[in-house]
Nanobody
Framework: QVQLVDSGGGLVQPGGSLRLSCAAS????????IAWFRQAPGNKREGVLC????????YYQDSAKGRFTISRDKAKNTVYLQMNSLKPEDTAVYYC??????????????WGQGTQVTVSS
């Protein structure tokens, strides 16, 4: 049974940092594209950033460039989303997802349960 578990969210002040984790069981993340999506209240889910199985980046949001990065820990079968210089508009529930390639949300077959990120002073 495949399971993705998101964690690491919380309350942070503007300009702060958080690192989200996406841990997998029943699936070797190294072989798949892993993306992070987010959904703010009243908004549609949107992609943030994706790393392909060949470790190529796809930024879905220009606002994430220069602030957010993805990394893999093969030994822990975990993917991380490092978020720096956080802004209030980054507030959302963040979800990781795995798929064959980076693309729109419908190409991702497995999803984490989400972790809340709140950026506020």
């Amino acid at each position: 049974q495949v399971q993705l578990v998101d964690s690491g969210g919380g309350l942070v002040q503007p300009g702060g940092s958080l690192r989200l984790s996406c841990a997998a069981s029943g699936l070797t993340l190294d072989y798949f594209a892993i993306a992070w999506f987010r959904q703010a209240p009243g908004n549609k889910r949107e992609g943030v950033l994706c790393i392909s199985s060949r470790d190529a980046y796809t930024y879905y949001q220009d606002s994430a460039k220069g602030r957010f990065t993805i990394s893999r820990d093969k030994a822990k079968n975990t993917v991380y989303l490092q978020m720096n210089s956080l802004k209030p508009e980054d507030t959302a529930v963040y979800y990781c997802a795995s798929g064959v390639v980076c693309g729109s949300d419908y190409v991702f077959g497995f999803w984490g349960q989400g972790t809340q990120v709140t950026v506020s002073s």
